[in-house]
């Protein structure tokens, strides 16, 4: 998605200068089979389990790899290093983003399996499971969008509770800005959980943030899920993870404009990054 928080910048990511020089291809293609199935996957599983219609994704003709949706020799599973995070997260998916190779939310996924959840966005009728994990009183739950209506919703500017002795659950909402919207201001359903402001922690980001190619064009200065989430771990002061996760985003980004370009991904510092991280 592109989430509503404010801030454009071409990407800055420089190319890599490690000692472990670039392979012109990065990975192989069978890597994808090494994960098991997590929450985002699940959930366009159930979709397409569901549905009468085929996604027709942009370049659909490609082979893609079943777990990234990269093209194979774009595949960015072999930087995939799943890891714990000090919050959870909470995907409310437009329907629309599940199939979309675009999405990043699934990226939130591939890195903290074991503590992000996706359900279907539905305005009218959220899925039981989603509203039990909302009232769950051993979370704290915080909605990220920008904090314009501040009188009519609680706004919080810490992750998770004051007395912090509940899991911090940050619920992202994952569609196109518009989509995003809606989702936040036609849920009734939504409107009694406090909205986290990220104005600090976009601040102390700035830098590293809007680095988002693949739908600048139409979505000009918004952000991506994965980078509304790095926001999040900021405000938690969980730096080794923000840095995991926009470094992931950083190769995601690269290696998608590559298949775009039919060019070889360039090697980033990203990249050694993550191959230096436990
Ligand atoms: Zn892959």
Not at 11 to 32: I, R, Y
Not at 177 to 204: C, G, N
Not at 239 to 265: C, D, G, I, S, W
Request: charged share 20%.
């Amino acid at each position: 998605m592109n989430n509503p928080l404010s801030s454009s910048r071409e990407n800055s990511a420089s190319v890599a200068t490690c000692a472990n020089s670039f392979d012109a291809s990065p990975v192989s293609a069978d890597t994808g089979s090494a994960f098991a199935p997590h929450a985002v996957d699940r959930l366009r599983q159930f979709c397409e389990s569901q549905s009468t219609r085929v996604f027709n994704a942009r370049g659909i003709a490609l082979q893609r790899c079943p777990s990234c949706m990269l093209g194979h020799n774009t595949c960015i599973c072999a930087w995939r290093k799943p890891t714990a995070s000090t919050i959870d997260f909470v995907l409310l998916m437009h329907r629309d983003e599940v199939y979309k190779p675009t999405n990043t939310g699934r990226l939130i996924a591939d890195l903290y399996p074991d503590q992000c959840q996706a359900f279907l966005w539905d305005r009218t009728r959220p899925d039981a499971e989603l509203l039990a994990l909302l009232d769950d009183p051993g979370r704290h739950c915080q909605v990220v969008f920008p904090p314009r209506d501040r009188e009519t919703r609680i706004i919080e500017t810490q992750v998770g509770a004051p007395d912090n002795q509940r899991r911090p659950t940050v619920i992202l909402l994952d569609g196109t800005w518009k989509q995003a919207r809606k989702m936040y201001s036609q849920a009734t359903w939504l409107r009694a959980l406090p909205v986290l402001d990220l104005t600090d922690a976009m601040t102390e980001l700035d830098q590293q943030l809007g680095h988002y190619k693949v739908r600048q064009a139409c979505e000009t200065g918004r952000l991506a899920t994965a980078e509304a989430a790095a926001l999040c771990l900021q405000a938690a002061q969980d730096q080794a993870n923000v840095h995991h996760l926009l470094n992931y985003f950083t190769v995601f980004n690269e290696h998608y404009v590559a298949t775009r370009m039919n060019r070889k991904p360039a090697r980033l510092k990203a990249h050694c990054d993550l191959e230096n991280s436990q």
